[in-house]
């Protein structure tokens, strides 16, 4: 049995350290020299961005060696050898501008170095010029440049306008460069997490090919499930697959659908469904623009949005669709035409994420991590038990546990949203089938729950803004909203909450379960 790179990005390791897994990734390699010259991707972080951009460079090197019995062996000319810049700002953290300076200042001695180039410039950008051309002049051939996690310094710093802005204007300045230096240049290869507009980092570079929702580009990272088969079959022996996929697959860029290669290896090293990638990263900046922004969580289950708002975002003009898309949060579910625009519907690319995320937004509103907990395994019981009586103490106990502090500086309490996020965010955490704003013939349900052979329906109030009590449970049955369920649960319950923002609780709450027409008042 091969053994798994986890955590492994350097192609050449990958292919004479040991006999690794390698999911054939070089037929892209050939496609993009033969398509053009310049190009960018953007993917979420652990999806292998890294790995094939050390691919790129090993070819452009000539290295046939380590090409063997993959695609690309006899389909490129291994007799042309070129020079290739790596400029990568994955490691570490960049604190400001003079920390990306000193970081920028390294990357070109390095790069001299193994190109066996004397720089003299003192100017970072006349360095970084200077390199590019007596690297061409030395070897006698154009120079290829690659581009690593080009944002990550931007993203380090965002919740700091100002150090970001000051760090954009510094990368700004360092890829002008390769516009002016198109004459010396190859091939350029871009990545990064994020994709910032072309005026913010790329001015003037107008011919860079974006292969972020390129068709063709779709499964370049990531692995799709026939890839998955034919790679690691001796692995997934025992493995229920369609359960794999609800937690790990998902990710669509408008091709076939693939997993997160970070996901993957983990999983069939240990055999245990986890939160792997999201235990590798605090989305601690996302939950804040979340909250601060009154977002509903229950309606990240429909969010829609025009190319535009995918396509790109700066430090100035923060949407939390685009951050969440081009995270990897969520993930394209319909592409449709509107008149000359095209207009994304998006979802959760698996339960991973979904769940993961639901629990950050519950740590957030919580500092007693264990309360949590309990409430959480309370929560289970009751639903496994259908006893729903205690459902109201438990979500009681947690609105009473969020600290005086946290509404003292903060009027989110005051929206429905708030205590349906909470209610979302609780189910969900626990991998639960949650569905918000369900639609039916005659309106829409609030929140829908599946638990095995059971539907929970709930709609919510809160009595400062609707004015009567004990009109939750009274709508589900008025709009019948139950009968969607028919046939498709064993039992079905209806669940009226009632919140009071002075009192900051459930100040209401009923439930009843359906028997078709019969009904038994609780």
Request: one cysteine or more; proline letters at 2%.
């Amino acid at each position: 049995m091969k053994k798994l790179p986890i955590g492994i990005q350097s192609f050449v390791n990958m292919r004479t350290e040991a006999d690794y897994y390698y999911v054939d990734k070089t037929r892209y390699v050939v496609e993009l020299v033969e398509k053009g010259k310049y190009f960018f991707l953007s993917r979420p972080r652990r999806f292998g961005k890294s790995l094939f951009l050390d691919t790129l460079r090993q070819a452009f090197f000539g290295r046939k060696e380590l090409f063997s019995g993959l695609y690309i062996e006899h389909h490129w000319d291994w007799e042309q050898r070129y020079p290739v810049i790596h400029i990568s700002f994955g490691s570490g953290v960049i604190q400001d501008i003079g920390d990306l300076r000193d970081r920028f200042s390294y990357i070109l001695k390095i790069n001299a170095q193994e190109g066996r180039v004397t720089l003299t410039e003192q100017n970072l950008r006349e360095r970084f010029l200077e390199l590019i051309r007596f690297l061409s002049i030395q070897h006698r051939q154009k120079v290829v440049v690659l581009i690593d996690e080009y944002d990550k310094p931007i993203l380090d710093n965002i919740d700091k306008p100002q150090t970001a802005i000051e760090i954009r204007e510094g990368l700004k300045n360092f890829y002008s460069v390769i516009k002016d230096s198109d004459e010396f240049l190859k091939f350029v290869f871009i990545t990064g997490v994020s994709k910032f507009s072309k005026v913010s980092l790329f001015s003037g570079l107008n011919n860079l090919q974006d292969l972020t929702l390129d068709p063709m580009a779709a499964t370049l990272c990531g692995y799709t499930h026939e890839e998955l088969l034919e790679t690691f079959a001796d692995r997934l022996e025992g493995v229920d697959l369609e359960v794999l996929r609800q937690w790990y697959d998902g990710y669509n860029f408008l091709g076939d659908r693939v997993y997160n290669p970070f996901d993957i290896l983990l999983f069939l090293d240990s055999k245990e469904f986890r939160n792997y990638w999201f235990e590798t990263g605090s989305p601690s900046f996302l939950i804040k623009l979340i909250t601060q922004n009154h977002y509903p969580m229950p309606n990240l289950e429909r969010v829609e949005a025009f190319e535009s708002l995918l396509s790109s975002f700066d430090i100035d003009r923060i949407h939390l669709e685009t951050i969440l898309f081009q995270t990897g949060y969520l993930t394209i579910d319909e592409k449709n035409t509107i008149g000359t625009k095209i207009k994304y519907r998006l979802k959760y690319p698996n339960l991973e994420v979904k769940s993961s995320l639901a629990e950050s937004i519950l740590d957030y509103f919580t500092q007693a991590p264990s309360a949590k907990v309990d409430y959480q395994s309370r929560l289970y019981d009751i639903l496994l038990s259908a006893e729903l009586s205690g459902l109201k103490e438990v979500f009681q106990s947690f609105f009473a546990s969020i600290p005086y502090d946290w509404y003292r500086k903060n009027d989110f309490s005051r929206y429905e949203a708030y205590y349906a996020s909470i209610f979302y965010c609780y189910f969900t955490a626990l991998g639960l089938d949650v569905t918000a704003e369900q639609m039916t013939n005659k309106g829409r349900i609030d929140m829908a729950v599946r638990f095995g052979k059971r539907v929970f329906l709930l709609e919510f109030k809160v009595v400062e803004i609707d004015g009567v009590s004990n009109k939750a449970v009274e709508q589900i049955r008025k709009m019948r909203y139950w009968e969607r369920y028919l046939g498709n649960a064993e039992e079905i319950y209806l669940i009226g909450v009632e919140f009071s923002s002075t009192d900051r609780n459930i100040v209401g709450f009923e439930w009843e379960r359906v028997d078709t027409s019969i009904f038994s008042r609780h």
